[in-house]
């Protein structure tokens, strides 16, 4: 099956339309490589598909594509897709700007030296989901990223999840708000000009 894009991120990532106007973020190697918009890509070749389940968490990715690389922003919705998937949790929206900003943050520690392990309290005997979820989430990184952090990290981590954590009922696909990504994805682009600055591009 052929997908026709509505935007490249970078060789890895791009907003593909789904047909009956739904739309999300792709991933996968090369998948976008000598791509273009009203291109096709090839479903096949997707490792990953992140799909928006709130008009807050479109806010959110415009605050996270406005500030933070894109690997960060899919390593993130990778963490939290798999809290959900594998453990039914449920978790606020702003958890998305949270642990992005916290793992961007100690990536760029990581690399230049400065980064310290967490010395927080293990809280794991009370919080088993958060910490298993997390030490997936920190596996996920240092893969995603080419980094190694230590696993002091994964109570930073399940620290994020254990605040953001709600009761709210997690929605199945069929119920997910259609997003108009082509739309959201021209007004980020117009008002903050952030895919033509080094900060937002691909940082591997």
């Known amino acids: ?30 998948i976008a490589f000598n791509k273009s918009k009203k291109s096709f890509l090839d479903s096949s070749k997707i ?8 008009e807050e968490s479109q806010k959110d990715l415009y605050f996270l594509l406005k500030d933070i690389p894109i690997d960060v922003v899919t390593t993130t919705y990778e963490i939290v897709d798999y809290a959900k998937k594998k453990f039914n ?39 088993l989901d958060e910490y298993l979820i997390a030490s997936k989430g920190l596996n996920i990184i240092n893969y995603n990223l080419n980094i190694h952090l230590p696993d002091s990290e ?32 021209k007004q980020i682009m117009i008002k903050n000009n952030i895919f033509r600055t080094k900060s937002n591009r691909r940082i591997l």
């Open 1 to 30: 099956m052929r997908l026709l894009i509505e935007q490249v991120f970078n060789n890895n990532t791009a907003v593909v339309n789904l047909g009956d106007d739904q739309h999300a973020i792709v991933k996968g190697k090369g």
């Open 47 to 54: 490792e990953r598909i992140f799909y928006l389940d709130s």
């Open 89 to 127: 949790y449920s978790v606020m929206d702003y958890i998305y700007i949270t642990l992005s900003d916290h793992i961007f943050g100690a990536y760029q520690r990581y690399n230049s030296g400065q980064y310290k392990e967490s010395h927080i309290p293990d809280m794991s005997d009370n919080y």
């Open 154 to 185: 994964i109570k930073n981590i399940a620290l994020h999840f254990i605040n953001a954590k709600t009761d709210k009922k997690i929605p199945k696909h069929n119920d997910k708000v259609k997003v108009d990504f082509n739309k959201l994805i």
